[in-house]
């Protein structure tokens, strides 16, 4: 009778102790499918004496199915050449943004997101009036927070997405304002790709 109580004890212990570790395992499973996204977007355009080039690089960490949380880089590039047969002044102008912000993607169902992105932007022009022979610069800063709602997919392989934000602290500053009386919508489309880390080996 007392082998059968220590039997019946030891096999027990067994169980749970198996059981504890298939937890574990899945527990490290889990962990290992939560994917780091390297990603972003590319602003290209121009016309009649301007261009614009622009990068958003993005670096996002999925937590979960519904929260994903990163960093974002805002890199963009302008000029400006007025055109002597439309303006009597003929000027050239151009404007460097550098900014830098953290985003929060919610996604309360599949495909859609809310996201908000607090942000500091510093903008750096330069001016000169060709037909004067004068010339200028600025540099101006100021903080914004972007928030809107976009549509997307998101997998193990990757992301896209595409977004329409705005400025909720509206500064007269701000390059999502400057030149206008109010704040701009915000429109951006971006990829993101995952970044394969090597897996750690575990010991038995």
């Given at each position: 009778?007392?082998?059968?109580?220590?039997?019946?004890f030891?096999?027990?212990?067994?169980?749970?102790?198996?059981?504890?570790?298939?937890?574990?395992?899945?527990?490290?499973?889990?962990?290992?499918?939560?994917?780091?996204?390297?990603?972003?977007?590319?602003?290209?355009?121009?016309?009649?004496?301007?261009?614009q080039?622009?990068?958003?690089?993005?670096?996002?960490?999925?937590?979960?199915?519904?929260?994903?949380?990163?960093?974002?880089?805002?890199?963009?590039?302008?000029?400006?050449?007025?055109?002597?047969?439309?303006?009597?002044?003929?000027?050239?102008?151009?404007?460097?943004?550098?900014?830098?912000?953290?985003?929060?993607?919610?996604?309360?169902?599949?495909?859609?997101?809310?996201?908000?992105?607090?942000?500091?932007?510093?903008t750096?022009?330069?001016?000169?009036?060709?037909?004067?022979?004068?010339?200028?610069?600025?540099?101006?800063?100021?903080?914004?927070?972007?928030?809107?709602l976009?549509?997307?997919?998101?997998?193990?392989?990757?992301?896209?997405?595409?977004?329409?934000?705005?400025?909720?602290?509206?500064?007269?500053?701000?390059?999502?304002?400057?030149?206008?009386?109010?704040?701009?919508?915000?429109?951006?489309?971006?990829?993101?790709?995952?970044?394969r880390?090597?897996?750690?080996?575990?010991?038995?």
């Amino acid at each position: 009778m007392f082998l059968r109580k220590i039997a019946l004890f030891l096999l027990v212990i067994l169980s749970i102790n198996a059981t504890a570790q298939t937890v574990i395992q899945t527990n490290k499973i889990v962990q290992e499918e939560k994917p780091v996204y390297l990603g972003g977007g590319i602003v290209l355009g121009g016309g009649s004496g301007s261009f614009q080039f622009g990068l958003n690089p993005e670096l996002i960490k999925s937590y979960n199915q519904y929260i994903d949380l990163g960093l974002a880089v805002n890199l963009y590039y302008s000029s400006y050449k007025s055109i002597a047969s439309i303006s009597s002044e003929n000027y050239k102008s151009n404007n460097t943004q550098i900014g830098f912000g953290t985003l929060v993607r919610a996604w309360p169902v599949e495909q859609f997101f809310i996201q908000i992105q607090p942000e500091y932007n510093w903008t750096f022009t330069n001016a000169k009036n060709l037909s004067q022979g004068t010339s200028g610069s600025s540099t101006v800063g100021a903080p914004s927070v972007l928030a809107g709602l976009g549509y997307g997919k998101r997998s193990e392989h990757g992301f896209s997405y595409f977004s329409i934000m705005f400025d909720l602290v509206n500064s007269a500053q701000s390059p999502y304002r400057m030149g206008q009386l109010s704040a701009q919508p915000i429109f951006r489309a971006g990829v993101g790709f995952p970044i394969r880390f090597p897996k750690k080996k575990h010991s038995k």
